[in-house]
């Protein structure tokens, strides 16, 4: 079914204020939900909007928390997410990266204590509407090997990064994962094989079943041995500079909370003219999608290049949802 | 051939006193040189050394250029390489970047009109010697095509991060595609297939052969998709951050020069109590190596473990180096 984008984002934002957020809160969150789906996010947007109810109903997300700044250094501060919304949170800290970038050309903002942020590129677009170019990651839960091992001891840590142009922001939004369990959940129910491997199975294979890796819960790093050291790194950033937990820690709760995650935002505006920046951009854009394409006619995209082209047909035509997704959802209405 | 890293040192240091590098311009690039042969690296170090001194003699890299404070905003500054010497321009950088975070808590140096900085992970070893975490990436020549492209119109721009720890460095050097060319040689050297593919072949077909990767010049990105936006983000980030060349402009040089660097520091003193740090730091380690692992005792490593161990090795009894590699260095005497 097709949900318009507008009342996509009245049912939800009617459901977080009955579930206790106030103004604006609950318009942020609604809208953070509705873009993500309308970017065609949906694993990370409307598909666990429920999930997200359900968080607050068992106290995992507090609707009543708010940030709190625990430490200033000038262009850096450490915040305490408390417990509340990961998107709200996340928002929160990327708006406040953008003050600091605006004031001091580069801006950091290390928040502890926070919940899932769902879409992680939602914060990288929001950065480069306020004309910033933004590098953020969070941590969490332990749900990838390690380069080497079988079980889960480091996470698939999502970063990303995003640079604004006025003919359409680029935005890279990648976890360190091949493929997410969201992914590999896709093609078991479609009943199709990866396009590369995705994992291992019980005997310690390589495969492209999605099956099999769902069931050995083994899921391959992104560049093997690169992905592994990377998720490591990304995990030890997001803790020593916001003070919070590690992927270890949150490893240790019944829920994966307690997150910690960076923000650091950069004021091009400060380095160059506009039309400088842009075309500098242009540039390297032009030059990126100017090899010579594997299959004739296919184009060379850029990162954010789709997700644009789906927001696009969204706005236009409404966004798709499953139908007992959105049941499940007008459901939770108190 | 085992050389002491001594000799190894007073050798290159003669040859790049007499190319005109004065002190301690020279001892540095030959300490540079040195380490990463001492760590393994010998693509990026010893076996590279030679065609450093004929960049010099071409004019590629200026012996006498020094780099040059271009703008400061307080924490954030742009340097100018002025086309000298690679591994010296990104040795003072990252210097400075320390110093810059020792005083801002972070600080950021983004450098242009550099040359080649060798190996990218001795900047990383030398924040972190500092005490400082690093984050530091270059833009290169244009070596790897984009996702869905065959022919190269993006770089495999390295990133580095760097911890500090007291029982030794946490420390990633990985570039964006899958095995550098470098490796490739090795493997074709060797008559030795790549553990996973690493590119194409002539068919358009992922492949473990070298050969036929060297040939059609399609080198895999490291996570396919993944790797090649990434790249495109590092190349945007260094070109706009330091105002200098992008991929694409230093591929219309006859060599590859003028690259453009980021150097971004965070001194954790500011942050933690020493012990804490190191306790943080430690217990991620930990539950990242306490992964069940593949095959029965074998050792999860994070980055860094075994280049400290390769150090340890060659303090001892020397460096590794190819006859004729060694005998090329000592023609360049002059």
Redesign the interface.
């Known amino acids: 079914m097709l949900i318009p984008a507008e009342q996509m984002n009245s049912t939800l934002k009617a459901i977080l204020s009955s579930e206790g957020f106030k103004e604006p809160a609950a318009e942020r969150i609604a809208h953070i939900f509705t873009s993500s789906s309308m970017d065609g996010y949906h694993s990370h947007g409307i598909n666990r909007f429920a999930e997200f109810v359900k968080n607050c109903r068992k106290g995992v997300i507090d609707p009543g928390a708010d940030v709190s700044l625990r430490s200033s ?4 501060e ?1 915040w305490d997410g408390q417990g509340g919304a990961g998107p709200l949170n996340a928002w929160k800290s990327m708006n406040r990266a953008v003050e600091l970038a605006k004031k ?3 801006g ?1 903002v290390a928040l502890s204590n926070t919940n899932h942020w769902m879409r992680g590129g939602s914060y990288g677009w929001q950065a480069a509407a306020s004309g910033c ?1 933004a ?1 953020c990651f969070t941590n969490t839960m ?1 749900n990838m ?10 996470g698939n840590n999502p970063i990303v ?1 995003a ?1 604004p142009r006025s003919q359409g922001h ?1 935005v ?1 939004d ?1 976890s360190l994962s ?1 493929f997410s369990y969201g992914k590999l959940h896709q093609h078991k129910l479609n009943g199709t094989s990866l396009p ?1 491997p995705g994992g291992y199975d019980h005997e ?1 294979d390589l495969t492209t079943d999605p099956t099999a890796i769902i069931a050995s819960k083994r899921i391959l790093q ?3 041995w ?2 592994s ?2 998720s ?2 990304i ?3 997001a ?3 916001s ?1 919070g937990k ?4 949150i ?1 240790t709760y019944d829920a994966e909370t307690n997150l910690s995650q960076v923000f650091i935002c ?1 004021d ?1 505006s ?3 003219a506009n039309e400088a ?1 842009n075309q ?2 242009n ?12 299959k004739e006619g ?6 954010g290049e789709r997700t644009a082209g789906r927001r696009a047909i969204s706005a236009k035509i409404g966004i798709e949802v499953k139908e007992p997704i959105w049941e499940g959802i007008r459901a939770l209405r108190k």
């Open positions: 250094f000038g262009h850096v450490r001091h050309v580069l950091c170019i590098i332990p090997p390690p380069w080497g091992g079988q079980t889960p001891t480091t990064i640079l680029i890279i990648m091949q590369f310690g992104t560049g093997y690169k992905g050291g990377l490591l790194m995990d030890l950033l803790a020593t500079l003070g590690t992927t270890a820690e490893g950069i091009p400060k380095l160059y920046y500098l951009v540039s390297v854009l032009d030059f990126y999608r100017s090899a010579l394409p594997e296919q184009p060379i995209y850029f990162p």
